[in-house]
């Protein structure tokens, strides 16, 4: 569990910790099965840029996330840039992140999409100077669908618990998974956004420093 579900976890009624807890626990399905099937071809190097992504977990993550986006008729794709190194020595808040951005492109693009449904993901590493004492990494996540898209009146309120990029939600539960992704940014001191693409759906980035916000870092 990550610190920042606990804090979320604080506010919330026992019905909307519920949810939370199926949120983690898809993600941690989604990571099984990708586990497994790494397993059985195991000693076989995957192919770029899956290669490219250097946390396990992650990696696992993603292949999950794709058997299942293609049970459901939709082309789930690394973008081909995508590099990650191990990141994080705890990788739970880029599990949380990673998984809930998209399962929400895939309510998207299951309740509408501009053609063929899809989903991309972009991951990206890089070094930022921090107080003078050599560089902080930061992760960029951005997943990208061809779904109905966020129009610019909702996209301040977007990640609010509660709020979705689905047109219909049957529960009011539907957009914490948003609201996980907004506390899991906040917490690291990161941020998370979402705009228009071209040609129609959603692009949502997420950045996160890979230490959280108001960590000091021990002198060498």
């Not at 993603?62 to 299942?68: A, E, F, P, R, S």
């Not at 107080?131 to 990494?137: F, L, V």
């Amino acid at each position: 569990m990550t610190e920042c579900t606990r804090v979320l976890r604080a506010g919330p009624q026992d019905s909307d910790a519920d949810h939370i807890r199926r949120h983690e626990r898809r993600n941690a399905l989604h990571t099984l099965v990708g586990l497994l099937e790494l397993a059985e071809h195991d000693g076989t190097d995957p192919e770029p840029p899956l290669s490219r992504v250097e946390q396990p977990l992650l990696r696992a993550l993603l292949v999950g996330k794709t058997l299942t986006a293609a049970r459901q008729g939709v082309r789930l794709r690394l973008g081909e840039e995508s590099a990650l190194r191990q990141g994080p020595a705890r990788p739970d808040d880029l599990l949380t992140v990673l998984g809930n951005l998209i399962d929400n492109a895939l309510d998207a693009v299951l309740e509408h999409s501009h053609g063929e449904p899809w989903i991309e993901v972009e991951l990206r590493e890089e070094g930022e100077e921090h107080d003078g004492n050599g560089e902080d990494t930061v992760v960029e996540i951005r997943v990208t669908d061809n779904g109905p898209g966020v129009p610019p009146g909702s996209r301040r309120w977007i990640f609010g618990s509660g709020a979705s990029t689905k047109r219909h939600t049957d529960s009011r539960h539907g957009g914490l998974g948003l609201a996980l992704v907004r506390s899991v940014a906040e917490h690291r001191g990161g941020t998370a956004t979402v705009a228009a693409r071209e040609g129609g759906g959603a692009a949502f980035t997420v950045r996160l420093p890979s230490r959280p916000r108001g960590t000091e870092r021990r002198a060498s």
